[in-house]
């Protein structure tokens, strides 16, 4: 699994996270992954929620880490 694009948005509280993941993914091809890691217990209902409205798949949600599969 080639996980090359990390972000680390420990300490951040909403909406910063999503956002920063928004902008990364936007970046990137489809089928590329990102790992979030992400502390804020909100970020476990926001990521997911994001994801599914963008077209983009959450592959593992072990809190406070995320991947992500940008969608095409």
Excluded: T
Aim: aromatic share 2%; proline share 10%.
């Amino acid at each position: 699994m080639d996980e090359s694009e990390e972000i680390d948005a420990l300490g951040l509280l909403c909406p910063l996270p999503v956002l920063r993941l928004r902008k990364r993914l936007a970046g990137l091809a489809p089928g590329a992954r990102v790992v979030i890691l992400a502390d804020d217990p909100v970020a476990a209902i926001d990521i997911p929620h994001f994801c599914a409205e963008a077209g983009h798949e959450v592959v593992e949600a072990s809190p406070p880490r995320f991947v992500v599969r940008r969608g095409g």
